[in-house]
């Protein structure tokens, strides 16, 4: 879960995460903090990276797991759950450890955050780079990738055993990510 701490400029903002041990985002002059994320959460998350790492090994790209990420056109620093970013690494003029060009955004959506994190598309699509958008639930075996397509954007949602990131030339295999129960943890 999201809740504002106050508002502030981006000084106050590097100030504050800086004091803290726990996600942040800065919203335009407010600073935002991120909850805690539960093991299924987590898991998921680890599974993707994997994955991704293993995929990338030997191409150009790297996987980051909670990046902060800068849009400068809608002023946000986000954190998303992973990034792909294919090529050098560029970072924002105001901010050396947040990244601005990644290629994939990745959410795994919560139940408690699902509609926060889908609204911060809105943002990451801002992002020239930004090739597709994943979005994977914790609690289901379910997925949407959205896709540039020139200017605009094609959404593929998918249930099924696996969903294509073609910028990445990468077919996951869901079945894979949940495994043994949504998110990596088994029920029952």
């Known amino acids: 879960m999201e809740a504002a701490l106050h508002d502030a400029d981006y000084a106050a903002f590097l100030r504050s ?3 803290r041990e726990e996600r942040l985002e800065f919203h335009d002059g ?5 909850g805690g994320n539960s093991i299924a959460h987590q898991r998921l998350c680890t599974r993707l990276t994997g994955l991704l790492l293993g995929h990338l090994e030997g191409r150009e790209g790297q996987a980051l797991a909670a990046p902060k990420l800068r849009v400068e056109a809608t002023n946000r620093t986000l954190a998303p759950d992973l990034v792909v970013v294919c ?3 560029s970072r924002s003029a ?3 450890e947040a990244l601005t060009n990644p290629t994939v955004v990745i959410e795994v959506l919560s139940p408690s955050s699902e509609s926060y994190d889908l609204g911060k598309f809105a ?3 801002r992002l020239p780079s930004v090739a597709e958008h994943l979005t994977l639930a914790q609690d289901r075996p379910s997925s949407t990738v959205a896709r540039r397509v020139g200017a605009l954007w094609r959404f593929e949602e998918g249930d099924g055993a ?3 990131l073609e910028s990445l030339e990468l077919e996951l295999d869901l079945d894979a990510l949940y495994e043994d129960g949504f998110g990596g943890i088994a029920h029952g």
Do not use: K, L, Q, W
């Open 17 to 19: 995460e800086a004091e």
């Open 30 to 34: 407010t600073i935002v903090r991120r």
């Open 87 to 89: 090529g050098p690494i």
């Open 94 to 96: 105001i901010d050396p």
């Open 123 to 125: 943002h990451y699509r």
């Open 162 to 164: 696996s969903i294509a």
